[in-house]
């Protein structure tokens, strides 16, 4: 067994498109439109979706807003540089709203940015491997 995706409601596709590709660097995978049935999709993510978990972005037409939930978490992404990672996302107009640094009580450096729609994702730091 493997996870295959996340799904997430968004209020806007291209604007949620736009948010994963260029400020996260996915690309998109691959996309569906049923407008018979009022909703389309968007697979991004860094790989093919044989081998990788990627994020299914769901529009349901006409609704522009979703409530986050007090259930929901995050998203994390591994990445090679934090604070290069929030600059790029900020400098591109994404919101960081948690700045690069160690997580509480820990040695992992971590950052939180949020997507268009509210969506938290944690940036994780890439750790060194240690020297043989």
Do not use: W
């Amino acid at each position: 067994m493997r996870i295959l995706h996340t799904m997430l409601r968004v209020g806007d596709m291209q604007r949620s498109i736009d948010f994963y590709t260029r400020l996260m660097g996915m690309k998109v995978l691959r996309t569906t439109d049923r407008p018979e049935q009022k909703y389309s999709l968007a697979f991004v993510g860094y790989g093919d979706e044989a081998a990788h978990a990627v994020i299914e972005l769901t529009y349901n037409h006409g609704v522009e807003h979703y409530e986050i939930g007090t259930g929901y978490g995050h998203v994390a992404i591994e990445v090679e540089d934090a604070a290069a990672a929030c600059e790029r996302i900020r400098t591109g107009g994404g919101l960081v709203t948690r700045e690069a640094g160690p997580v509480k009580g820990g040695t992992t450096v971590i950052a939180f940015v949020q997507d268009p729609d509210g969506y938290k994702i944690e940036l994780i730091e890439r750790r060194s491997a240690a020297p043989a």
